[in-house]
């Protein structure tokens, strides 16, 4: 057995009897703060809960809600997806040492160097906090959004309370070839009733139910065989019942090379296939349309103080896999754009951030300053590790490999000599500090399950961050 593992054990033993006293804090045990209550931070805590070492686990995050992307990221029209939560919410449970301490902005209302001293480890799970940009002219006229503020809106995210979009179209355009694309290009797509199935909050519901929108274009940049579509998110828009698909046929035609490279990868096979079956089929007149572009990039924003349209440019790919536009253009009477380009991590107050990457250097999990050494006993998961990529479950083998090395480092971390009489929620009151424990968080858990119920709908989400925490007290 190696050394580390012989120590879990012993801390296991040694500690366990005092680790099981629900939320109170206990001395013996290591503690770690997790930032950030979404996927990547959540399957870190049940990573170390699995681990078989006696460890206390405090989750920050800035809004009183936890779980992160899978509330205000996965589309309200993708329940299934968001059951999810059911495994996340267990290591909150009575028995385990780990406390929710929402409503707490890491940086402001807690530092970095606060953590390290409160705690034995501490691991950055903060995602992406924006979008990236298009950088094209008109990009800052109004009707011009990044696919981000559009997902937050529509998820109920109290970042977007006080915004409204003005869904009159009849022509929008969405730009990028991933599934957030697809998310907001299906969602505009959609009926009203099919909307009011999902927990949009009721003001977004209102705009939904009286968008004009007509022609939703979805413009990719590259090729059908180089769609960063998954499969079953892609299959989706095949059944929409309120659009009918337009492609163009002959931008399906690849090249024998492209057929080759496809042959060799299901994803993209099955991708062009589905678009292929698409092609033929003739529009049945349903009320809307989704048209999908490929090969096209915007290239400008028209119109002055709102979007008259968009330059499209064709692209064509060259022999070293880059884009050359080719110089034909065509404009698109659109009034609005959502640029679902890619997400991108914004640095965290005192911990340190590649530029280039926009991650939060690291090998294996583990923090390294900017020239490569190591930053003891701070750790990274999810999408502020690697950037944004992959599937919500993905993170979970993500965080394992974060915790893996943090339990391997324990033992040292813990000679380090934290005062483990010190309970950061002390920090947080003597601050004026508003945190919400789980129990709060239950209580608007069940305001909105309830407001749900009431109208026939999964929940109702309440989107503005005053009447959030009103709820969690009551
Ligand atoms: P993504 O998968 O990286 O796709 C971004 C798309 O934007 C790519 O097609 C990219 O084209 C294109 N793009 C980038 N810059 C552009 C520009 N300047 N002009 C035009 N097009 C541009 O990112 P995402 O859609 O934001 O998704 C992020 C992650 O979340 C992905 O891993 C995705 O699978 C995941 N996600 C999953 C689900 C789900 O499972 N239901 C839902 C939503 C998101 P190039 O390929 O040419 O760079």
Request: charged residues 25%.
């Amino acid at each position: 057995m190696a050394l580390s593992s012989v120590w879990r054990v012993l801390t296991f033993l040694t500690t366990k009897e005092t680790r099981m006293n629900g939320s109170a804090l206990v001395g013996a045990t290591a503690r770690v703060a997790v930032v950030g209550a979404g996927p990547s931070g959540l399957y870190a805590v049940k990573a170390l809960l699995e681990s078989d070492v006696g460890v206390g686990i405090d989750v920050f995050d800035s809004l009183p809600a936890p779980y992160g992307l899978v509330r205000y990221g996965v589309a309200p029209d993708n329940q299934k997806m968001k059951s999810v939560i059911r495994v996340l919410r267990g290591s909150f449970t009575e028995g385990n040492d780990v406390r929710f301490l929402g409503n707490v902005t890491f940086g402001e209302d807690i530092t970095a160097a606060e953590l390290r001293a409160y705690y034995d480890a501490v691991i950055y799970a903060t995602g992406t906090q924006g979008d990236r940009g298009l950088g094209i002219p008109g990009e800052e006229l109004p009707g011009s959004y990044g696919a981000k503020e559009f997902v937050n809106w529509y998820c109920g995210h109290p970042d977007a309370a006080e915004r409204d979009f003005a869904l009159h179209g009849p022509e929008v355009a969405v730009v990028g070839a991933g599934n957030v694309a697809l998310d907001v290009a299906r969602l505009l797509a959609k009926s009203t009733e099919e909307i009011a199935a999902t927990d949009v909050p009721d003001r977004v519901l209102g705009t939904f139910s009286s968008s004009t929108v007509t022609d939703i274009h979805l413009l990719s940049r590259r090729g059908p065989a180089q769609a960063k579509f998954t499969t079953v998110e892609l299959r989706e828009m095949g059944e929409l019942a309120n659009a009918d698909i337009l492609i163009d046929p002959g931008a399906l035609e690849l090249t024998p090379e492209e057929e080759e490279r496809i042959a060799a990868d299901r994803q993209q096979r099955k991708n062009v296939s589905l678009l292929r079956e698409w092609a033929q089929r003739p529009p049945e007149g349903k009320p809307r349309r989704l048209h999908l572009w490929f090969w096209r990039s915007p290239v400008r924003i028209i119109g002055e103080n709102h979007i008259d349209g968009v330059v499209i440019e064709r692209n064509a790919l060259q022999a070293d896999g880059t884009l050359r536009g080719t110089g034909e253009y065509e404009t698109l009477p659109v009034s609005m754009i959502l640029a679902a380009v890619g997400y991108q991590a914004r640095a965290l107050p005192g911990v340190p951030f590649d530029e280039h990457t926009n991650t939060v250097p690291n090998k294996n999990g583990c923090v390294l300053e900017a020239e490569g050494t190591p930053r003891p006993g701070e750790y990274v998961a999810g999408w502020a590790k690697r950037g944004p990529t992959g599937v919500i479950g993905t993170n979970k083998n993500d965080a394992a490999e974060t915790v893996d090395n943090l339990l391997d480092d324990l033992n040292d971390l813990r000679n380090k000599g934290r005062d483990s009489s010190r309970d950061v929620t002390k920090l947080l009151r003597q601050r004026g500090i508003d945190y919400v424990d789980w129990a709060g968080w239950l209580r608007l858990d069940t305001h909105e399950t309830t407001l749900g119920e009431q109208q026939n709908r999964p929940r109702v989400k309440i989107p503005d961050l005053l009447s959030m925490l009103e709820f969690t007290r009551k």
